[in-house]
């Protein structure tokens, strides 16, 4: 199965700042199929981007994603106090679907 | 909007059977997919399968053979079992809508495995 690692483990940033988090895989995805979801405390993890680069129907334009085949990268272009939380990549092109385990961006 | 709300036991103990529902408002489970994820405490997400109708389920295969998934149309909930857990099985679980993306979650149950 594919294993995704994210990077770096926390983000600690002020607000309006700009937040690049990364997403690699353990091999190359042949297909764009690399979500973003957001994660707060004691909430479902809600879609962010799908296809890699799509951004979800309602997600401020402030978040956006790049990348393909095995590095992928969510950024979020400046900061909100309301962006704290982890955020997980998702793999869902190959066999089993795959998370990477996560990146905590707090919010100074 | 698509609502999902699951429901089961908080606690079992090591080899009985998990049984999980998700019920689900605002969409005919008809006419989609619906899925089960997995969260263990302090670790990764875990897609465990999902199912539709006229479709088998599909499970995770890295994961064995003790997962059930199975759909109640006339009550429009989705139902998880799990056979035989033990402490590893200890988690929240989320139901969600969709195939492999899961676009609309559920709150989430945490289930405790402990003797």
């Known amino acids: 199965e594919v294993v995704l690692t994210q990077s770096p483990g926390t983000l600690s940033l002020s607000p309006g700042e700009r937040a690049t988090l990364s997403c690699r895989a353990s091999q190359s995805l042949g297909n764009p199929y690399l979500a973003w979801f957001q994660q707060k405390p004691g909430q479902a993890p809600t879609v962010l981007i799908s296809v890699a680069s799509r951004r979800v129907a309602g997600i401020p334009d402030r978040f956006s994603g790049s990348g393909s085949g095995t590095d992928f990268t969510l950024t979020i272009s400046r900061l909100e106090p309301e962006d704290s939380a982890v955020y997980y990549c998702q793999q869902y092109g190959g066999s089993p679907p795959t998370f990477g385990q996560g990146t905590k961006v707090d919010i100074k | 909007q698509v609502q999902l709300q699951e429901s089961g036991p908080g606690l079992l103990k090591p080899s009985e059977t998990l049984s999980l529902t998700c019920t689900v408002s605002?969409?005919?489970?008809?006419?989609?997919?619906w899925s089960w994820v997995r969260q263990p405490p302090g670790r990764r997400l875990e897609w465990l399968g999902f199912?539709?109708?006229?479709?088998?389920?599909y499970y995770n295969p890295s994961l064995g053979g003790r997962f059930t998934m199975s759909l109640d149309t006339s009550k429009n909930q989705f139902s998880l079992r799990l056979t035989s857990v033990t402490a590893a099985d200890t988690a929240k679980y989320y139901c969600a809508k969709g195939r492999t993306l899961p676009d609309s979650w559920g709150h989430g149950t945490l289930v405790t495995v402990s003797s």
């Open positions: 605002g969409a005919s489970i008809r006419s989609d997919y």
């Open positions: 199912i539709s109708t006229g479709e088998s389920p």
